[in-house]
């Protein structure tokens, strides 16, 4: 089993910064990517980026040139740099962590971002 828990979120306005956290606990030996996921209010929840143990990263056309995905390993945290916000980019972002070798996914609980115009 993998823990995950987010921090940061909050309310900015268009064009500020906010950066999320999501430290991972448990079975972190199993994790193969960590990611960033948000849903927006009736919309499905949508991937914001991606990185693997390896450190490959992956972005929603979205946010490419404005967010970046990180993570430092020996903290068991993955961090998502979010500049030059917009309303759009107003939802619930959830951290998620996939471990492949046991075909399993885990959720954190969510933080709320708003960007206000």
């Known amino acids: 089993q993998v823990q995950l828990v987010e921090s940061g979120g909050g309310l900015v306005q268009a064009g500020e910064s906010l950066r999320l956290s999501c430290a991972a606990s448990?079975?972190?030996?199993?994790?193969?990517?960590l990611g960033w996921y948000r849903q927006a209010p009736g919309k499905q929840r949508e991937l914001v980026a991606t990185?693997?143990?390896?450190?490959?990263?992956n972005y929603a056309d979205s946010v490419k040139g404005r967010f970046i995905i990180s993570r430092d390993n020996a903290k068991n945290t993955v961090y998502l740099q979010m500049n030059s916000l917009k309303p759009e980019d107003t939802a619930e972002y959830y951290c998620?962590?996939?471990?492949?070798?046991?075909?399993?996914?885990?959720w954190g609980q969510g933080t709320q971002v708003t960007v206000s115009s």
């Open positions: 998620n962590a996939r471990a492949l070798a046991l075909n399993r996914a885990y």
């Open positions: 448990g079975n972190i030996f199993s994790i193969s990517s």
């Open positions: 990185i693997t143990t390896g450190g490959s990263t």
